[in-house]
Structure formats: C-alpha cells, structure tokens
C-alpha cells in the first residue's frame, strides 16, 4: 500500500538512521472501533429500507430545470470561458506537472524527493476533494491535453481529429484498463518509489496518451487517461455543472443522475472501489500470513488479488443492476444497466477514498509541499517551505479520524442510495413531455421496491464490506 | 385534498422512522465497549487478536501483570524464510513498553516503522530490543531479508 511504499524507499536508503524528529511517517489510521462498524452498517441499513419504502415516487431531479444561482452563474461562466483565464489555468497545471517531472528525472532517488508524493498523494488522492470542489477541473486543465494542443499547433492540425476515429462503444474502457494499471503500480509494482520505476511508467503514460491523442484525436484523452476518467467521475458529484452552455450551482445528486454515462463507465467504478477495497483487504492478517507463507511469488497473489477484487465489485454491480430491467418502462436492454446506473456508485467511491485516505492527503500531503520547494534534493527552498516540519497531529485524534471515516462511508452509502432511487425512477417509467413523469403513470410500489432492491444488496454489501474492511481484522 | 394528506403522512412516517433507526445505531455505537489493549502481557507467537476483544496469552510470557506499565513482548522468530508472528495485528496502549525478543537462524534487520527503529541481527543470536510507544498509529514490524510483514502494532 501506499505509505507501505513510502517505506520501503525509507528502507531502500540505507541505513540513514531516522531520527524521530523527521518523522518519517508510514503509520497509518487505526482500526475501526467494532461498534462504530456495527453502528455505522446498521445506519446504512435502516436509511436504505426507509428510502426503499417510503421515499418520492417521482422523479424529482430530471431535468436540471432548477438551478441554485442564476445571476453567479453569468459572471462564473463569463470568468471561466474567457480565454485569457482558460489558458492561465492551463499554464499553471502543465508548469505543476513540469517541476514534478524534473524532480522525477533530475532529482536525487531519496525519500525526499517530492515526485513521489506527488503522485501517489496529490494526483491520486488530491484530485478527489479538488474535483468535487470545482467540478470538471482537470479536464479543462490536463496537461496531456495542452502538449496534444501544442503538438498539433505545431503541425497544424486540429485536436480533434487524428488518423483514425476512435469507435464510441470504445467508450472510457482505456481508461478502466489504465485505473487498473495505476492500482498496480501504486500497490503492487516492487520498487515503486524508485525513480527508475516511475519514469517508466511515466514516460509510457504520457507516451500512450499524447500518441493516441494524436492518433485518434482528443477524445483519446477522456477515453484512456485514468486520472481524468476519475476526475470527471467524482465531478459529477460537484455542484458546479454547465447548464445551457452557463455554469450554474445545482444540487450534485441532480448532476450525478443527469447526463448519460459513455460504455464502460461500470468498469471505471468497478476498478476505483476494488482498488480501494484490495488495499484494506492486503492490510489484514488473513492476507498478509497467505502471502508471506505461500511458495508463490508475493507479486503474483496480490494481482490476483487486485483483479478479484476488481472483478467481484463489477460482477455483483453487474448482477444487481441487469435485474432492474425487467422493471424499465421503456423497456431497456438489461447490458445497458450497469452504464446507466454506475454513476450512482460514485459516492460509495468518493467515501471510501475519504475514509481510507483522507490522513495520508493530511500528512504525506504536507510533507510533499515542504519537498516541493527543493525539487532536486540541492538544498533549494524556491517556495519557503524547506524548513518546515509536518503537523502530524491528526494521528493524535483517532478517535475523530474513525467518526470522520465512517460517517465518509455511511454517508456515500446514503447518497449511493438516494441517487439510485432517483436514476431508478426515471428508469420505471417513461418522462413527460416537460421532463417529469405523466401523472398517473408512476411506478407502483412493487415495481420500485423490486426493481431497487438487488442494487439496493449490493450497495449496502459495499458499504458493510467497507467497514469490516476498515476494522482490519 | 387526499394526495396531501398521503404524502405528509408519509413524509411524517419517513422523518419519524429515519430518527428512531439513527437513534438505535447511535446507542448500539455509543454502548459498545472500547477496546483495550492486552492487559500487560501481549505475546502474539503466531495468534492474531482480534481488536477490541482481550486476548488469551499464549507462549512464553513474563507473568500478566494488569498495570499499563508492564511490557508488552513480542517473541519474533525468524526461521528459514518464514517468520513468527506471521502478519498478527498486536494492540499496545500509548506510553507502553514494547520489548522485541528476536531469534534469526540468518543475518537480518528487524524494521519498526512509525518509530524509525532499525534492529540488526545476526545469525543465531538472541537480540532484545525495548523502546516505548508514545505515538498513537498502526505501524508495521518487518523484517528485511526477505521483506515480511512480522506484526501490526495498533498503538491507541
């Protein structure tokens, strides 16, 4: 896991004894007191059945009819289309990324060297908390997309087609694929806080993203680059969404069951929450004594263990969504059910990064942004931040960081929940000709607790699983 | 109207039944027991405690005294590869002692995360190790040559 890699580059460095006061980190969270599991699946239960059976029976978020905001949104929307901001943004992204990549091939292969974190901390995990902030951020400022833009300003062609047109049932399976890929890396590669690990990999990230870019144009870019598949994954939950070409605020469970999700969206989820998952699960002694007693290599057990997780969570989300169908009205195919319906797991995702990771973005965060002033370990301080020491005290308050953690997954469970239901209305029964069902023509209660209760299943088995896993028997 | 009347009943029901459901849990949680870290004496040969729940001592161990202030001993037997215990999870209290009694058949080093200790061993010779846990935190106890996962230390 992560901070386990972080130590194994403390490991690696040999033998500079670590004087306590560096703090080298690698402690994680503690286990989650029993009754919090108890308490917290048995909240997740109760509010489920209560939505189940006595929540609205109409849909009450299609469409986006109801925007918070009016008059903020003509100023947003004039700020963020103008093209002076639209490039400044960009700049400053690309100009991120750069001192990262120097740092990655020019800096020294220590502990201390910021690239690290800035990878497995501010890029993964940071772009949670910053995508539901500000919506689709990095998609407007990913820096693959300004090199693309670059490369094809200098060969005058446009962005938006290459040599070939990428299939649409393609859809953001690449990207499945590349989560896969960085959960490798982030959990399994051995060495992976090693720089010529990472450059490897970083060179054949942005290799297979610019090239496909520019061999099926931009729209490779949102099909296959994992962490811009998260981050509008995650954005969909944000507030902040375009509504008639405006950016307005609108209820983000609104957003989240509004737009219609590419093929493979399921996949995209399904890799995000078996990571997570597979990275509690290798934390406890059942896995752990296995591996370590088996003749098998390590690496071998714990792909196998990364896929099996991956493929359980997109099997049962598979299972509970293709039983909707035969509730739909129109009637759906039941394939279609997992893309339509992924969107809804998107909270359960976004909890349980929060409850896993939150403590590592709060410390190993910190610790990368006082590397970030000396990126090549030459003894710089370019932003004032050299000097500075890590405020590790959130481990001093467990207590408050297990509320926090499962009240992040209780409360992504809840909202799981209820935008399920609200997807599942507009599934069960036709839409008007404004937008909202035809009085008279609302599901029955049969048809909504039948058609929600298998998702329903499942989604409470998640979260139940979430906590157990948090327990860390 | 009926349909009002319906749907504020309803609603009413709703409000009514989310309550008393939460109101359970918070009781089932606050009720609970906290866990306690093994009175004293903590060896974990090979036996993973579940957390929260006492754990029965097994092994050799110093006699089970219930102050805060005894040791906790973890007997760590490093033999042909494998090692003893095998991924356990230890529960300490903060401010404890925590002694490592290690036996390796090979030259080896015994790494503490969280608390930066690095412990040489050579082949074949007993090495006692004591340091106190005064930082809260789940940290790792590995060894290094081959790189396994000897105990979890929950320090609360």
Redesign the interface.
């Known amino acids: 896991m992560i901070t386990?890699s972080l130590?194994?580059l403390?490991?690696r460095t040999g033998?500079f004894?670590?004087?306590?006061m560096?703090g080298?980190?690698?402690?994680?969270?503690?286990?989650l007191?029993?009754?919090?599991v108890?308490?917290?699946a048995?909240?997740a239960l109760?509010?489920s059945f209560?939505v189940l059976f006595?929540?609205w029976r109409s849909p009450r978020y299609r469409p986006l009819l109801d925007p918070l905001a009016r008059q903020v949104s003509d100023v947003l929307t004039a700020v963020v289309d103008a093209r002076g901001f639209r490039i400044a943004v960009r700049v400053v992204v690309l100009l991120v990324y750069l001192w990262a990549g120097l740092a990655l091939f020019a800096g020294q292969d220590l502990l201390t060297n910021p690239v690290f974190g800035f990878v497995f901390v501010w890029m993964w995990v940071g772009l949670v908390p910053l995508s539901l902030l500000l919506g689709p951020w990095l998609r407007v400022t990913n820096p693959l997309r300004t090199l693309h833009r670059g490369l094809c300003a200098l060969a005058r062609t446009d962005p938006d087609e290459g040599l070939a047109t990428l299939p649409a049932r393609l859809g953001c399976w690449p990207a499945a694929v590349g989560i896969f890929g960085f959960a490798w890396l982030e959990l399994i590669q051995p060495d992976r806080t090693t720089l010529p690990v990472l450059r490897v990999w970083a060179l054949a990230w942005l290799v297979l993203l610019v090239l496909g870019a520019v061999v099926f144009g931009r729209r490779w870019i949102a099909a296959a680059d994992p962490f811009e598949v998260y981050a509008s994954a995650v954005a969909r939950l944000s507030p902040w969404r375009r509504v008639d070409g405006r950016v307005t605020l609108v209820n983000p469970l609104a957003g989240l069951t509004a737009s219609t999700p590419p093929p493979g969206s399921a996949a995209v989820v399904a890799a995000l929450l078996g990571s997570t998952a597979y990275d509690s699960f290798s934390?406890t002694?059942f896995?752990?004594?296995t591996v370590?007693?088996s003749t098998l290599p390590p690496e071998l057990w714990q792909t196998g263990g990364l896929l099996v997780m991956m493929l359980a969570v997109g099997l049962s989300f598979g299972l509970g969504t293709v039983l909707m169908a035969p509730f739909t009205a129109p009637r759906r195919r039941a394939v279609e059910l997992p893309r339509l319906m992924a969107p809804t797991v998107v909270p359960i995702v976004v909890g349980y990064a929060i409850a896993h990771y939150a403590t590592l973005l709060v410390v190993e965060g910190q610790r990368t942004a006082i590397h970030w002033s000396d990126p090549l370990g030459l003894g710089w301080n370019v932003f004032g931040s050299a000097r500075m020491g890590v405020n590790a005290s959130i481990?001093?308050h467990?207590t408050a960081v297990a509320v926090v953690q499962v009240v992040a997954i209780v409360g992504g469970h809840v909202l799981g929940i209820v935008a399920a239901h609200e997807k599942s209305l507009q599934l069960f029964a036709p839409a008007g000709a404004d937008g909202r069902t035809a009085p008279g023509a609302e599901p029955g209660l049969r048809t909504v607790v039948l058609g929600q209760l298998p998702l329903l299943v499942v989604m409470v088995f998640y979260t139940c699983a979430g906590l157990l896993l948090l327990?860390?028997? | 109207m009926p349909t009002t009347t319906r749907r504020s009943t309803r609603a009413t029901g709703l409000a009514g039944l989310l309550v008393a459901g939460l109101a359970v849990c918070a009781v089932i949680t606050g009720c609970t027991p906290a866990p306690t870290s093994d009175d004293g004496s903590g060896s974990a040969s090979g036996s993973a405690a579940p957390a929260g729940s006492p754990s029965a001592s097994s092994g050799s161990t110093p006699s089970a005294s219930s102050s805060a202030s005894a040791p906790v001993v973890i007997t760590i037997k490093l033999v042909d590869g494998t090692v003893s215990p095998n991924g356990s999870k230890i529960d300490v209290r903060r401010g404890q002692t925590v002694r490592l009694d290690i036996t390796s058949d090979h030259d080896d080093e015994v790494h503490v995360h969280g608390f930066d200790i690095e412990i040489p061993v050579t082949a074949n010779t007993p090495v006692t190790k004591e340091f106190v846990a005064d930082q809260p935190g789940s940290v790792e106890i590995e060894s290094h040559e081959p790189e396994k996962i000897i105990a979890i230390m929950n320090v609360r």
Do not use: C, E
């Open positions: 386990a130590t194994a403390a490991v033998g004894v670590l004087v306590p560096h080298i980190g690698n402690r994680r969270d503690l286990p007191p029993f009754g919090f108890v308490g917290g048995a909240a109760v509010v209560v006595f929540a934390n002694t896995w752990i004594s370590q007693d481990y001093d467990p327990f860390s028997p």
